[in-house]
Structure formats: structure tokens, C-alpha cells
């Protein structure tokens, strides 16, 4: 499972959200608004748009659907 961190009306998330969409991975990634919770607001607040998997790697903006789909053959 993926988490991409991001906010409403943030255009760099919905570029990001639009290249996990383009790789195939809308399905297995979940989306968390970080003005839900604090710990994600102190983490991502100036960061976001950012995609972290299980192990904790994080995938931060600005990143192409190349770059996206090398960091997803690092996992494991």
C-alpha cells in the first residue's frame, strides 16, 4: 500500500496524483489530507505533495512517472 500525503486545492498534489493514476497505482494508494491529522501537518506541511510505501520511503515532489517507477522497483 501506498499513502500519498497531500491537501485540497495544493495543484502539485493533483499532478502527483495524476502520475500515480498514470502508473497504474490509483488502486493501492491512499490519499491522507494533512490537515486531518497533526503529525502529518508537522511533517509534510511545506513538503507535500509526498508518497511513502510501508517500509517507511518517501518519494518526495517534484518527481516524474520515470522517477515514480524507479522508486517503486526499490522496494522490498
Given at each position: 500500500?501506498l ?31 494533512i ?17 511513502c ?17 524507479t ?6
Amino acid at each position: 500500500m501506498l499513502t500519498l500525503f497531500h491537501t485540497d486545492g495544493c495543484h502539485l498534489c493533483e499532478q502527483a496524483w495524476a502520475l500515480v493514476e498514470q502508473a497504474g497505482l490509483a488502486g493501492e494508494t491512499r490519499r491522507c489530507d494533512i490537515l486531518e491529522d497533526d503529525a502529518w501537518l508537522a511533517a509534510y506541511r511545506v513538503r507535500i505533495p509526498v508518497l511513502c510505501d510501508d517500509a517507511g520511503r518517501e518519494l518526495g515532489w517534484p518527481f516524474t512517472l520515470a522517477e515514480l517507477r524507479t522508486w517503486l522497483r526499490g522496494q522490498g
